[in-house]
Nanobody, 123 residues
Framework: VQLQASGGGMAETGKSLRLSCAAS????????MGWFRQAPGKERVFVAA????????NYADSVKGRFTISRDNAKNIVYLQMNSLKPEDTAIYYCARRWRSSGYYSPTSYNYWGQGTLVTVSS
């Protein structure tokens, strides 16, 4: 099982980026998925989660209204659209597959992780 996150890079404040998480060796359609981020010197924290069918989404307060998580089960990909970026969004972003239905906000609810993609937002 491998999750490949991509789409990170540098952006100016107020601009947008779209992250993708592609899977190989596993079908994502039966699982909830999540995005987390880890800033330098800080813990990995929840960003967004989506249910297996895409009907339910959840966001950290810090990104609500600016980020959108979505998925295309036919393509086995999960996305994170990031708009109105701020310098405090600078972090390595990780996608992950959830193994249980509860605790979408907790890293312990996820058992497969991508390698991360770096997002740097300049002021």
């Amino acid at each position: 099982v491998q999750l490949q996150a991509s789409g990170g890079g540098m952006a100016e404040t107020g601009k947008s980026l779209r992250l993708s998480c592609a899977a190989s060796g596993v079908t994502l359609s039966a699982y909830g998925m999540g995005w987390f981020r880890q800033a330098p010197g800080k813990e990995r924290v929840f960003v967004a989660a989506i249910s297996w069918n895409g009907r339910d989404t959840n966001y950290a307060d810090s990104v609500k209204g600016r980020f959108t998580i979505s998925r295309d089960n036919a393509k086995n990909i999960v996305y994170l659209q990031m708009n109105s970026l701020k310098p405090e969004d600078t972090a390595i972003y990780y996608c992950a597959r959830r193994w249980r239905s509860s605790g979408y906000y907790s890293p312990t609810s996820y058992n497969y992780w991508g390698q991360g993609t770096l997002v740097t937002v300049s002021s």
